[in-house]
């Protein structure tokens, strides 16, 4: 069965810090691959995606991730966090046709 | 993009009883979704639901449970049937579009 696998469930930072966040999926075929941020009392935004092409994948508030096919990965990274990144973070995958969250990564910024 | 709509956004309700969440979309989507989230923990797929044909549900999810309609290409709804406390949940109501899922804003339920 397809899943999606965080590493972290909560991690703490302080502001400027460099982040990573660890995403593992289990689908044999081709995936489309997603980064989710939730901030407090929000809705779910989408951070960037992956489809295909260049595995290094940008997407706003200078995250990016990189999608590592031989690992089954993709993670999260950002190199300088700030106190308003404070949010819950989920990793997806779009595994035919259905997108399958992973257990979300709590991000708190310390200022 | 897509704009996602669902009534009520939160809600109280008692044991036993049963609650029916509607979700509007402003442009005519094929496949819409309903997720859960349980408090503290990830998003849980229900079911899809087509136009034209009946829900597929996830593993442990029945249409008993959770009944869904799909009566035109920018509506659903879901209703919650005979809930618990552990129905206590968000659920919300997604739709594809260019290969992205957008959400609305979800639906909080709690059962007394």
């Known amino acids: 069965a397809q899943s999606v696998s965080q590493h972290n469930h909560h991690v703490i930072l302080s502001e400027a810090a460099s982040l990573e966040l660890g995403c593992n999926y289990s689908y044999g075929g081709t995936v489309n691959l997603f980064w989710y941020v939730q901030y407090p009392g929000q809705h779910l935004q989408l951070l960037l995606k992956y489809f295909s092409g260049d595995p290094l994948v940008k997407g706003i508030k200078g995250f990016e991730a990189e999608f590592i096919k031989s690992k089954f990965s993709f993670n999260l990274r950002k190199p300088s966090v700030q106190w308003s990144d404070t949010a819950e973070y989920f990793c997806?995958?779009?595994?035919?046709?259905?997108?399958?969250f992973g257990q979300g990564t709590e991000l708190s910024v310390k200022p | 993009s897509a704009v996602i709509s669902q009534k009520p956004s939160r809600d109280i309700c008692q044991r036993g009883t049963s609650l029916t969440i509607q979700c509007q979309v402003d442009s005519q989507v094929t496949m819409m979704f309903w997720y859960r989230q349980q408090p503290g923990q990830s998003l849980t797929l229900i079911a899809t639901a087509n136009q034209g044909s009946e829900a597929t549900y996830e593993s442990g999810f029945v249409i008993d449970k959770f009944p869904i309609s799909r009566p035109n290409l920018t509506f659903s709804t879901l209703t919650v049937s005979n809930m618990s406390p552990e129905d206590s949940s968000i659920y919300l109501c997604s739709v594809l579009g260019a290969g992205e899922l957008f959400f609305g804003e979800g639906s909080r339920l709690t059962v007394l």
């Open positions: 997806a995958v779009n595994a035919g046709g259905k997108l399958i």
